[in-house]
């Protein structure tokens, strides 16, 4: 099949890219790097151009890429706000409905997520407009504009593909769960079997991306008082804001790493992390709405982190004070979990197996 994915948070895309073109499938990404992370594209979507040429310039060469994503069989997008960032409804709408069948990823921020997600934890989204935001309202929920565009981007896709149980949680009508496939784990490529080793002195990572939503001010707090009880046994690490494949290799030289303090459930950084062996930490995990199918959170071994202070000092000390031999079993853990349930190349199976499905729904002959 020839395939077009629009846009990449956190590799994910790319990660399926890869798999689906080692299986024979032509893939083509179109992303604008997302920031700092500089994600690589095969059709770059941001204007960067070191001479100023002018808006007819610019438009023209906008209008080039865009005719370039045209006449996929399937168009996937990461989310429907990457895309909304350079171009307008019209031709975005007119990109979904180019190819044979058009999915979305329910993954990262949007209207509905960021409308919903208090009913999860209503601290995630007010600490991003607090602090990520300079206090102000966060557009995806208050641009009206911006979600009547959502709104009918949701309409006219055929396939979405929640990509963990909240996604699913924050597409709650009918007509968004008729669309809905049941849930599609993060693609990992698992790599060589990692050195499973407990040194004496710990490196605890906390990757810097946006402070407000990570709860980066109140892991940093937590660090102090940490730093003054196990400051001869371990080392306190904050840092990030750079290119992913720098991140990458950040992350190996940790041995826990602390996502976010809101969330509770395990995203790329964290599934990046267990398949590296390490010992992750995010959010309060009892939190979680989990439905009874999803077993794969039920054995999830993220360990809660908390969302103060004093919930942080107290399990990061709880996890500090465990012998070797038990933070080895979480090591081993955090490895097979991953490729059990996020292993690309099972991933990639199901997706093709849903891009089936959505195509014969539709009465279109299956590639």
Known sequence: MKILFVGDYSGAHANLRDELIRKGHEVTLAGGGDGFKGFSSDICLSYQSGIKLGKKV??????????????????????????????????????????????????????????????????????????????????????????????????????MIPMDWCYYEMHNTDWEREKSTDLLPMPIVIGEEPCMEIPDKLRILHPLNRKGFKGTPVIREAFIELQRRYGDRAEFVIDGRMPYKEYVELSKSADIILDQTYSTSAGMSVLLGMEQGKITMGGVKEHAIVNAQIQRHKELPLLSLGDNVADIVSNISRVLEMEKKEL??????????????????????????????????????IM
């Open 328 to 365: 080895l079993a979480v090591k081993r853990n955090s490895r097979n979990y991953v490729k059990k349930y996020h292993d690309v190349r099972k991933v990639v199976d199901t997706l093709l197996a849903y891009y089936a499905k959505g195509l014969a729904d539709k009465g279109e002959a």
């Open 58 to 159: 610019e438009s023209a060469w906008k209008a080039y890429q865009l005719r370039k994503m045209k006449r996929y069989d399937i168009v996937q997008f990461i989310n429907p706000n990457p895309i909304s960032i350079y171009y307008t409804p019209a031709e975005i709408r007119d990109l979904v409905v180019s190819a044979r069948l058009s999915v979305v990823l329910l993954c990262g921020c949007d209207g509905s997520f960021h409308q919903n997600y208090g009913k999860i934890s209503p601290w995630l989204c007010r600490q991003c407009e607090e602090i990520d935001n300079n206090g102000r309202i966060c557009y995806l929920k208050s641009n009206r504009a911006y979600l009547e565009y959502e709104k009918e981007f949701y309409r006219n896709i055929n396939l």
